[in-house]
């Protein structure tokens, strides 16, 4: 489990084909030292197991799963990425609840300089928009952001200068593919009210009296 707090922007040492999948060796810019073989570090955030320790890199495996679902199949030697060590209970959530499980990519579609901050519009699959909501949190190459809006099939973000300056989307430009995490609530919750949404009728607000109506409130 992660919060979306980005620890470090790391580099790809090395990344070859292995058995089906891929082994890939990250240069790591924070210390190494109380991490273990087999620990979970996010990666872009993807949720990938440590292999092989060296003083200040680490190696791990891309299932083809992994490969399908995520934008390693893009990446090449020298690419950055986002590193976050694993939570440990405890620790503040200064973010929101990440599991490292991407849903699937989306694409950069604009990128606009407003001074300090950027407002960044980003493309998602139409299977996962409607998890989304206006103020709601969603894990961007595993960045903890929040939705600004949202319509069908994109939605936009506002970068603060401290997450512009830390994390990779320093170097993103138009068209650029990105790993996208939905809200694990925002899915459970969607999951639950499935089954009285009837799929031939008028979409409904969410409101109290349908929650009461289905025994939700």
């Given at each position: 489990?992660?919060?979306?707090?980005?620890?470090?922007?790391?580099?790809?040492?090395?990344?070859?084909?292995?058995?089906?999948?891929y082994?890939?060796?990250?240069?790591?810019?924070?210390?190494?030292?109380?991490?273990?073989?087999?620990?979970?570090?996010?990666?872009?955030?993807?949720?990938?197991?440590?292999?092989?320790?060296?003083k200040?890199?680490?190696?791990?495996?891309?299932?083809?799963?992994?490969?399908?679902?995520?934008?390693?199949?893009?990446?090449?030697?020298?690419?950055?990425?986002?590193?976050?060590?694993?939570?440990?209970?405890?620790?503040?959530?200064?973010?929101?609840?990440?599991?490292?499980?991407?849903?699937?990519?989306?694409?950069?579609?604009?990128?606009?300089?407003?001074?300090?901050?950027?407002?960044?519009?980003?493309?998602?699959?139409?299977?996962?928009?409607?998890?989304?909501?206006?103020k709601g949190?969603?894990?961007?190459?595993?960045?903890?952001?929040?939705?600004?809006?949202?319509?069908?099939?994109?939605?936009?973000l506002?970068?603060?200068?401290?997450?512009?300056?830390?994390?990779?989307?320093?170097?993103?430009?138009?068209?650029?593919?990105?790993?996208?995490?939905i809200?694990?609530?925002?899915?459970?919750?969607?999951?639950?009210?499935?089954?009285?949404?009837?799929?031939?009728?008028?979409?409904?607000?969410?409101?109290?009296?349908?929650?009461?109506?289905?025994?939700?409130?």
């Amino acid at each position: 489990m992660f919060t979306g707090l980005i620890e470090g922007i790391g580099r790809i040492k090395r990344l070859f084909p292995d058995t089906q999948g891929y082994l890939i060796e990250i240069f790591c810019p924070f210390s190494l030292e109380d991490v273990h073989v087999g620990d979970s570090i996010a990666v872009d955030g993807a949720c990938l197991t440590v292999e092989e320790l060296g003083k200040n890199s680490f190696k791990a495996r891309l299932s083809p799963e992994t490969l399908s679902r995520t934008t390693f199949k893009y990446k090449k030697t020298g690419d950055p990425v986002n590193l976050e060590r694993a939570l440990r209970l405890g620790d503040r959530l200064g973010g929101h609840l990440v599991s490292g499980h991407i849903d699937g990519t989306g694409k950069i579609l604009e990128i606009e300089n407003l001074g300090n901050f950027f407002r960044i519009k980003i493309e998602l699959p139409a299977e996962l928009s409607h998890y989304l909501v206006e103020k709601g949190s969603i894990a961007v190459d595993g960045i903890s952001l929040t939705i600004n809006s949202c319509k069908e099939n994109f939605f936009e973000l506002m970068i603060i200068p401290h997450t512009f300056k830390m994390t990779t989307l320093q170097y993103k430009k138009i068209g650029d593919p990105v790993n996208i995490e939905i809200d694990m609530i925002a899915k459970m919750v969607h999951k639950w009210l499935s089954p009285y949404l009837k799929k031939n009728e008028p979409k409904k607000e969410l409101s109290l009296e349908f929650l009461q109506k289905y025994g939700f409130a």
